[in-house]
């Protein structure tokens, strides 16, 4: 059965088939609304029922911190888990009026490993060559779900390329999680020439083209993927919009793309890369900014109304980001984020 969903204040409409979620049916008809994880965990997707009964939309398992139980008895829903048993009328609290007609179609994939290294000792850079199709158009910033071979799971990976640089290339920055299902088996056994399975691209993380603001970002870990597609697009295409990049890590040893960050700051306007290390040892031999990230932006920043900003790593540090560059001056609609949660924790 489909039914049809309007989404206001934005007045677009699209119908839904009951089996698939109202994110997953409005992405397939073109309409990109904000999201995130996709699983219930990140509150992204957030939105508020304006028409329609509460028994007429069932979820499906997802976290009650991203959606406590008072708040969907006064109607909010999460469009990522949010099937629809009758036609809606749903306001989007938050929405991009630049993206939401801008959705690349989502498409199933092949792609064979190309390389699988260690660029730290706990994060890997993974290289793999679409075979079917040959190439997936995707928006610098945005991410696929990789299936984990062997079972019915799937993990979320951000592109660290541009679909443009090397067409039919897809890299990715991951970090190894003891136990992880994908990180460890990532780890330990996938070899150049294997085969995964993936689709997307999904995603809202990316460079919003209408502005000309200045931009911050701010990654830690893994993090480090999503932006540096975004810097690498802007090196492509010439964009001189004026950027500082703040990333936070451990040490020394947990620092990755150095060299190349570096020639960033030579090749784009007026870029700087920013890294700070939260446990420097005298190994380190650092003479860098330390401390947690959010201190040093908080430190070396004090003002960054009308900037654009740009977070992405894991949520704590994408949690305490987000006030403190509200209270510098972001304007909140100008706040882009992903975070990296996981998939296996959910409250419900
Ligand atoms: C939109 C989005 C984009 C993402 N992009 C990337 C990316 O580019 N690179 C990347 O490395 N990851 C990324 N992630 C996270 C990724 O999808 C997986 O959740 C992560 O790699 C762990 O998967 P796993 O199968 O290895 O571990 P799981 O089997 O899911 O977890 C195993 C164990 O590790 C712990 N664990 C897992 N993740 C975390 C965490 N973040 N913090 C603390 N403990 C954790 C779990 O609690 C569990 O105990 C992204 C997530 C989202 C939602
Ligand atoms: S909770 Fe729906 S996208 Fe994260």
């Not at 609290?93 to 959705?103: A, C, F, P, Q, V």
């Not at 994908?182 to 056994?189: G, P, T």
């Amino acid at each position: 059965m489909k039914h049809v969903v309007r989404f206001e204040p934005v007045g677009v409409e699209i119908e839904v088939d009951e089996d698939q979620t109202i994110l997953r049916g409005a992405a397939e008809q073109g309409v990109m609304l904000m999201h995130g994880c996709k699983e219930g965990q990140c509150a992204a997707c957030k939105s508020f029922v304006l028409d329609g009964e509460l028994d007429d939309i069932d979820h499906d398992k997802y976290s009650t911190f991203a959606l406590p139980d008072y708040e969907k008895d006064e109607g909010y829903t999460l469009l990522c888990r949010a099937h629809a048993y009758a036609d809606l009328t749903i306001e989007l609290l938050n929405y991009d009026e630049e993206m939401i007609r801008s959705g690349l179609p989502i498409v199933d994939a092949t792609a064979e490993v190309v390389s699988n290294d260690a660029v730290t000792h706990d994060m890997r850079h993974l290289v793999l060559r679409l075979k079917e199709p040959t190439e997936v158009k995707f928006f610098p910033g945005q991410y696929v779900d990789i299936v984990v071979p062997g079972t019915e799971e799937h993990r979320s990976f951000s592109m660290a390329n541009t679909s443009s640089r090397e067409s039919g290339l897809l890299e990715f920055v991951i970090k190894i999680y003891p136990d992880g299902l994908f990180s460890q088996f990532m780890q330990d056994k996938l070899k150049v020439g294997d085969e995964l399975a993936l689709s997307g691209p999904f995603g809202v993380f990316t460079l919003r083209e209408s502005h000309d603001s200045p931009l911050v970002f701010v990654g830690g870990g893994a993090g480090m993927a999503p932006i540096l597609s975004l810097l690498r697009s802007m090196a492509e295409r010439g964009i001189t919009r004026r950027a500082r990049f703040y990333y936070g890590a451990r040490t020394r040893a947990d620092l990755c793309f150095e060299e190349e960050l570096r020639g960033l700051e030579a090749q784009l306007a007026d870029f700087r890369y920013v890294p700070a290390l939260s446990e420097p040892t005298d190994a380190c031999a650092w003479e860098g900014e330390t401390g947690l990230i959010t201190d040093v932006v908080k430190r070396l920043e004090s003002d960054c109304t009308g900037r654009d900003a740009y977070v992405c790593g894991p949520p704590p540090m994408v949690e305490a980001a987000m006030p403190l560059l509200a209270g510098l001056g972001v304007d909140e609609a100008r706040i882009y984020f992903d975070k990296f949660t996981t998939t296996g924790e959910t409250g419900q």
